[in-house]
């Protein structure tokens, strides 16, 4: 007989691109409770552009778009990947960079020319003690209520200038939310991205139930606090720092475009990146078990 895993993965695979890892998973998922869904990358393409740069007063916005796409040619993070392509975009020549380091969930930072050049959050700076300079604040609260993720570059114990970024919501992320919640099922979101942006995004979604600014190591521990009292959470991501919140929920899903360690450590792939292949998931896994007991 055909495995009943094949034979789920055969009949959605012709829908929406839905690879099945673990049986479990398909078996579990009709009684999910809650949908968490990481933000960038996920609800969104995370194929995030440079929308502005403001540099300081006597900084010079190019060369500080020198300096940090130099740091961030060394990142695997999408916000770095924006950095280096506006840089490459502009014409701009990258120097090579010493001591790197990746600080994740907050910034990454090397010596680029003989200077320690760190890109990162308003975290980040918060954590060296580094105030944001009132110069850069307006920008920066237009560009969040725009929806845009902000980042600053750093010198030392200066900050130069601030760095805005637009990523795309996938057209289909509306409809996913849409179906769920009609199905009953809580929506929710999880991003180490600022308030302002991750509720600017779940206001467009209809998602009310939000957790921003979470460090890569604390997604698992907002999995763990849903499920206390036995509530069934679903967590779909697409990132390394998604992989143990995966790993901890009921039935992890990772969207299909994402890394190898997020897909590695999902009982469910979504082989087209369509979150609205979660839905398909829910409803097959009821469909087929109801008829089975
Ligand atoms: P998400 O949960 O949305 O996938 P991450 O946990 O990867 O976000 O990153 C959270 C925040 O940390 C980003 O919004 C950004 O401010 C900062 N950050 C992380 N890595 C980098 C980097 N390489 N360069 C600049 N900022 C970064
Ligand atoms: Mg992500």
Same mark, same amino acid.
């Given at each position: 007989a055909i495995p009943l895993v094949a034979q789920i993965s055969t009949a959605l695979g012709a829908r929406r691109g839905l690879l099945v890892r673990d049986r479990a998973a398909i078996e579990t998922a009709r009684r999910i409770d809650v949908v968490l869904f990481d933000k960038t990358g996920t609800l969104t393409e995370g194929r995030q552009g440079v929308a502005s740069i403001v540099a300081v007063e006597g900084e010079d916005e190019s060369e500080v778009l020198r300096l940090a796409a130099a740091v961030e040619?060394?990142?695997?993070h999408p916000i770095g990947k924006a950095i280096v392509t506006s840089a490459r975009e502009r014409g701009l020549k990258l120097a090579r960079v010493k001591e790197f380091a990746a600080h994740g969930g907050r910034g990454a930072e090397a010596m680029v020319d003989g200077r320690r050049i760190a890109v990162g959050s308003s975290r980040l700076a918060t954590e @060296?003690?580094?105030?944001?300079?009132?110069?850069?604040?307006?920008? =920066? @609260?237009?560009?969040? #209520?725009?929806?845009? =993720? $902000? $980042?600053y570059v750093f010198e030392g114990e200066r900050v130069l200038a601030m760095v805005a970024l637009a990523d795309v919501v996938r057209p289909e992320s509306a409809e996913a939310v849409e179906r769920l919640k009609r199905s009953g099922v809580r929506v929710a979101m999880l991003t180490g991205d600022s308030r302002e942006v991750a509720n600017w995004v779940a206001g467009r979604l209809g998602i #009310? !139930? $939000?957790?921003? !600014?979470?460090l890569p190591d604390q997604k698992a521990d907002v999995v763990k606090r849903l499920q206390a009292g036995g509530t069934k959470v679903a967590m779909v991501g697409d990132g390394v720092n998604d992989a143990p919140a995966l790993a901890q929920a009921d039935v992890g899903i990772a969207i299909g475009a994402g890394t190898d360690v997020a897909i590695e450590s999902a009982g469910i792939v979504l082989a087209a990146s369509d979150p @609205?292949? $979660?839905v398909d998931a829910f409803t097959l896994s009821k469909a087929t078990y109801r008829k089975m007991l």
């Open positions: 040619n060394r990142s695997e @060296r003690g580094l105030q944001i300079p009132s110069e850069l604040v307006l920008a =920066t @609260r237009e560009s969040a #209520t725009a929806g845009h =993720t $902000v $980042v #009310t !139930e $939000v957790f921003a !600014e979470v @609205r292949a $979660v």
